[in-house]
């Protein structure tokens, strides 16, 4: 079957650093995204890991490691905007459709 | 900005009915998938289209249907609404199927009484 988790709600202070984890479990993997999505909004491309390891992207940083099916988001720097909802994807290709399979997505409240 | 619209923003229906929301896609681009989000829950896959055509349907039934166009507009069509339609849905757009990042629209808010 296809299982995402990821932590239902976070919180952290300004200027803190923050660590979102996800476990997957999905057939066909082909890459993980992490979005940003503000109450109402669309879901922003935050990045995108294929390869097991560390990529850094200013304050955002996030994680890789497809034997352990597992991957996480960081957040440094905290900012009262960063607060929002991490939803952690994975990119399944499987059965020739290119699709996202999205975890449940952590609330995370930034406090000042 | 990501370049990919939805029409209307918001809709209200009652159960019954059909609705059809709209998806323009960023130019160049040739997939389309759309995605249901119910509140407080994770975008969960429709179906997709590639150059006008089905490519994958996620867990919905037949009632959901879509159409993609030759200048990179889509439709989803919902017949029959139930309460449980009521959500968010959100288009995406991508190049060919396998490009790194899908774009998302601003999504409609479908309100089902």
């Known amino acids: 079957g296809q299982n995402i988790d990821q932590p239902t709600e976070m919180t952290a202070t300004e200027g803190a650093i923050v660590q979102i984890n996800c476990t997957y479990q999905?057939?066909?993997?082909?890459?993980l995204f992490w979005y940003q999505q503000h109450a109402g909004e669309a879901p922003t491309f935050l990045s995108y890991?294929?390869?097991?390891g560390l990529e850094e992207k200013g304050r955002f940083s996030s994680f890789l490691s497809r034997s352990k099916g597992y991957s996480y988001l960081l957040l440094k720097e905290l900012q009262m905007k960063d607060s929002a909802s991490y939803l952690c994807?994975?990119?399944?290709?499987?059965?020739?459709?290119?699709?996202?399979?999205f975890g449940t997505g952590t609330r995370l409240q930034v406090f000042p | 900005e990501t370049g990919v619209t939805q029409s209307p923003t918001h809709l209200i229906k009652t159960r019954g009915q059909q609705v059809t929301l709209r998806c323009s896609s960023q130019?160049?681009?040739?997939?389309v998938s759309w995605y249901q989000q119910a509140l407080g829950q994770g975008p969960q896959f429709i179906f997709q289209?590639?150059?006008?055509?089905?490519?994958g349907r996620g867990n919905f039934p037949p009632r959901f249907s879509g159409l993609q166009f030759p200048n990179y507009s889509s439709e989803l069509n919902v017949n029959a609404l139930e309460l449980d339609d009521s959500a968010l849905y959100l288009c995406?757009?991508?190049?060919?199927?396998?490009?790194?990042?899908?774009?998302f629209g601003p999504g409609t808010r479908l309100t089902v009484l």
């Open positions: 995406a757009s991508s190049w060919d199927g396998g490009s790194n990042e899908q774009f």
């Open positions: 999905t057939s066909g993997f082909n890459g």
């Open positions: 890991n294929v390869l097991d």
């Open positions: 994807a994975v990119r399944d290709q499987s059965r020739s459709t290119d699709k996202l399979i």
């Open positions: 130019s160049g681009h040739n997939t």
């Open positions: 289209y590639y150059r006008e055509e089905e490519n």
